[in-house]
């Protein structure tokens, strides 16, 4: 009995330890989708608020940018594209970039920064319970 519970273990070890590595090196991955290029999100006080709470690029997170540079109509597609990859998060500082996204997905969360009223652009619902994702 010993001797089979022993062999169930060595196996278990053996060939279950590729798969809690891999598990263990799954990352989340924050989808960027901008209207233009690079560093639109302001690149460096994001990061630098990711560390605040304890996430970094590389480390523990992923991050996937999508770049419209400056073709609007792109971002759709764009989009589509960070759901399909299913990111965690969606993030974006244009109100074509919120409203994309808001179109692709029901479930990833959103996160947006537009100067723009967000309820008059049909973002949320209202301020005090934006609904949706």
Do not use: H, W
């Not at 302001?42 to 991050?63: C, H, P, Q, W």
């Not at 998060?89 to 970039?97: M, R, Y």
Request: charged share 15%; hydrophobic share 50%.
């Amino acid at each position: 009995m010993k001797r089979c519970a022993f062999g169930l273990i060595l196996t278990l070890a053996l060939f279950g330890a590729p798969f809690i590595a891999v598990a263990q090196a799954v990352k989340p991955v924050i989808g960027i989708l901008s209207g233009g290029s690079r560093g639109g999100l302001g690149d460096a006080a994001f990061k630098e608020g990711l560390s605040d709470t304890g996430y970094v690029e590389g480390r523990n997170l992923a991050i996937e940018y999508r770049e419209a540079e400056e073709q609007y109509e792109r971002l759709p597609a764009l989009a589509a594209d960070l759901v399909s990859r299913q990111v965690a998060l969606i993030a974006t500082v244009t109100l074509p970039g919120a409203l994309a996204a808001k179109a692709a997905t029901t479930t990833i969360p959103i996160v947006f920064v537009v100067g723009e009223d967000p309820v008059q652009a049909g973002l949320v619902a209202s301020l005090s319970r934006p609904g949706g994702n």
